[in-house]
């Protein structure tokens, strides 16, 4: 099984892919620990290779292309990032994209980062809007478009931990026997 768990930054992807892959025996990717693993060889830190990315497109274009390549080849995994849905495309069984208002996810991002929330609110916005331009001229994603998704929860409406038991059922009683189609995914340019 391939699952996948997109959203913005803040929306509970880590936690809730955590949760899920264990609980469906799923090796858990993250799209971070990847972009940690391309700093590391090439000798900077995730920091470093970030104000980078700023400047080369390959770096992103990178890290996209080895979760593409993981999606494609590799078997019961769940895949977590921000494009992990587009990425994976038609490989995936169920695409999952977790969301909550702006000033919920800048809480907790202060919260884990140790800054103000109008700071983190205001970095947020302006890493989103940096990634919306990105992703449409590198791939034509446009990631504010999400009819590829299977599966979309506020995650601001229920507790953390009652997050992953919502979509834990609905998972668990997918039977891809009886699956009539997924939302296709068209005119993207995986052009790595």
Excluded: C
Excluded at 157 to 184: H, M, Q
Aim: aromatic share 6%; proline share 4%; no cysteine.
């Amino acid at each position: 099984m391939l699952l996948t768990v997109s959203g913005p930054p803040g929306a509970g992807k880590s936690t809730t892919a955590d949760t899920l892959a264990a609980t469906f025996g799923l090796e858990h990717v993250s799209g971070g620990d990847i972009f940690r693993e391309l700093a590391a060889e090439r000798g900077l830190t995730a920091v470093e290779l970030n104000q980078q990315a700023e400047e080369d497109d390959q770096i992103d274009r990178d890290l996209d292309q080895r979760l593409r390549t993981i999606a494609l080849e590799r078997d019961d995994i769940l895949l977590e990032s921000r494009l992990a849905g587009w990425l994976a495309g038609d490989a995936a069984d169920i695409r999952v994209w977790l969301d909550a208002p702006l000033n919920v996810r800048a809480g907790r991002i202060a919260d884990r980062e140790d800054k103000s929330i109008s700071t983190a609110q205001e970095e947020t916005r302006t890493r989103e809007e940096s990634e919306a331009l990105r992703y449409q001229n590198y791939y034509n994603i446009d990631i504010h478009d999400h009819s590829i998704y299977d599966l979309r929860v506020n995650t601001a409406r229920w507790p953390k931990t009652e997050v992953p038991d919502i979509l834990e059922a609905a998972i668990a009683a997918y039977e891809p026997a009886s699956d009539e189609g997924r939302f296709p995914i068209e005119d993207i340019i995986y052009d790595f």
